[in-house]
């Protein structure tokens, strides 16, 4: 198994203050990494709930998770459900909540997932195997304008008109069904110097059809928002993220929640009656070290930001 951002996952549970007999969400169980973590610190009073959309990362979390101390309970849904999930099991608040965003290394190191764009596959990139929408469907079926539009706010791709012309035009041929199919349409569209330069000419791409395809920006705002209504007080979220979409939501998010009073200097009293619900624990977010982004390139943007609940 593959273990990533070995470093900001320490940070990122030694940032939730664990209590022996606290409850926390694990919200991307993933590999279990930092469920396995949370679990050793948590006494039998304890309570673990883990989260995740993927039955394969569930299967191997209860693996993994065998013979801790604490109560667990694993559930198979998207962390955007997170209130509902929680509230399920008969809690009304937590002491702490994690996330650890993007694609976990088991899900890119399988092939047949789709997600990379290393490995030939169907085009799939489906989170959860159950939902309907994949990206052969992104790919193959939305509209030239809508292409542009994920490509370039969710991937930030510049080629991102040339790209979606050229899947267009591809795929007015015969269907796009394969990674690598799809790889070498972005490959054309992209021009010849861009290619030669700087990260593998299809990352952008797949990153934001994989984005379309599971909703995670919009997920990701859903559960944000709930996370801080099911805090107790001095309960905390912390949040690991790997591109600047994530980070900007978690940031902004943080900001406006760590707003107190809005009203214009000018008046003598306030009068929107607003008080902050988070304390920003980390004021600038913490990054892997040289030596971890070494050993695992892929932490290379990943970064951590804490906040607690007043």
């Not at 809690?91 to 047949?112: A, M, N, R, Y």
């Not at 012309?165 to 069904?177: Q, W």
């Not at 214009?264 to 304390?279: A, E, I, N, Y």
């Amino acid at each position: 198994m593959f273990e990533h951002v070995t470093v900001l996952r320490e940070e990122a549970v030694a940032g939730l203050n664990l209590k022996p007999d606290g409850v926390y969400v694990d919200c991307t169980l993933g590999g279990a990494g930092h469920s396995r973590l949370i679990a050793e610190q948590l006494g039998p009073s304890g309570t673990l709930i883990g989260l995740d959309q993927d039955q394969m990362a569930l299967a191997h979390a209860e693996e993994r998770l065998v013979g801790v101390s604490c109560r667990l309970h694993l559930v198979k849904t998207n962390f955007r459900h997170i209130s509902s999930a929680v509230k399920g099991l008969g809690f009304e608040s937590v002491d702490g909540i994690l996330f650890d965003l993007g694609v976990s290394s088991p899900q890119l190191d399988q092939g047949e997932r789709g997600f990379s764009y290393h490995q030939e596959a169907p085009l799939d990139m489906r989170m959860d195997k159950e939902q309907e929408l994949s990206a052969y469907q992104v790919v193959n079926e939305w509209p030239e304008e809508e292409l542009v539009r994920i490509l370039f706010e969710y991937g930030e791709e510049k080629f991102s008109r040339r790209i979606a012309k050229m899947i267009v035009k591809e795929r007015s041929k015969a269907p796009i069904s394969t990674t690598l199919q799809l790889v070498d349409i972005i490959k054309q569209a992209v021009p010849a110097p861009a290619r030669r330069t700087g990260p593998h000419p299809a990352r952008r791409s797949f990153q934001a059809i994989r984005i379309a395809v599971n909703d995670e920006l919009n997920a990701f705002r859903d559960a944000l928002a709930d996370s801080v209504g099911l805090l107790r007080p001095q309960g905390r979220i912390s949040v690991i993220t790997f591109h600047s979409l994530e980070d900007r939501i978690c940031k902004q998010f943080f900001l406006e929640e760590a707003k107190g009073c809005v009203c214009p200097p000018t008046f003598p009293v306030c009068t929107c009656g607003q008080t902050p619900r988070l304390k920003i624990i980390t004021r600038k977010p913490l990054l892997p070290t040289d030596k971890e982004i070494e050993r695992n390139p892929r932490a290379r943007s990943a970064k951590l930001r804490v906040a607690e609940k007043i």
